[in-house]
Nanobody
Framework: QVELVESGGGSVQAGGSLRLSCAASAKTYSRVCMGWFRQAPGKEREPVAGIYIPDSMTYYADAVTGRFTISQDNVKNTVYLQMNSLKPEDTAVYYC??????????????????WGQGTQVTVSL
C-alpha cells in the first residue's frame, strides 16, 4: 500500500504560478513512478507529468511541456510539480498518483495503482 499526501493548489490568475507537492511513505518511495493526473469538469482524467524515482526519468503531457516541471526530493520522499505560465485551461482537480512503472503516464488507458486525495487548481483570466 502506498499512501500519498498532497498539498498545494489554489487559485491564481492566468500567467501565474503554483506548486503542488506529494509525499509518499519512505518504504515505497524509492521504487515507484509518481506524478499527477488532472480532471477538468466534463472532461476525462488525463496524465500531466510523471517521474520515475529510481532514475529521475520524466514524462510530460504535450499541453504542459515547457510550462510545468516535475522534480523529486529523496530526503523528504516528495515530488513537486512547479506550474508556471498557467492558463485557464489548466483549471482542474489535480491528483497525485503512484505506480510501479510510468506506464500510466505514457499509455492513457492504464490507471495508476495509488491515488492521492486531489487538490483544486483554478486559473482565472
Amino acid at each position: 500500500q502506498v499512501e500519498l499526501v498532497e498539498s498545494g493548489g489554489g487559485s491564481v490568475q492566468a500567467g501565474g504560478s503554483l506548486r503542488l507537492s506529494c509525499a509518499a511513505s519512505a518504504k515505497t518511495y524509492s521504487r515507484v513512478c509518481m506524478g499527477w493526473f488532472r480532471q477538468a469538469p466534463g472532461k476525462e482524467r488525463e496524465p500531466v507529468a510523471g517521474i520515475y524515482i529510481p532514475d529521475s526519468m520524466t514524462y510530460y503531457a504535450d499541453a504542459v511541456t515547457g510550462r510545468f516541471t516535475i522534480s523529486q526530493d529523496n530526503v523528504k520522499n516528495t515530488v513537486y510539480l512547479q506550474m508556471n505560465s498557467l492558463k485557464p485551461e489548466d483549471t482542474a482537480v489535480y491528483y497525485c498518483a503512484a505506480d510501479s512503472t510510468c506506464r500510466p503516464w505514457v499509455v492513457r488507458r492504464d490507471d495508476p495503482a495509488y491515488w492521492g486525495q486531489g487538490t483544486q487548481v483554478t486559473v482565472s483570466l
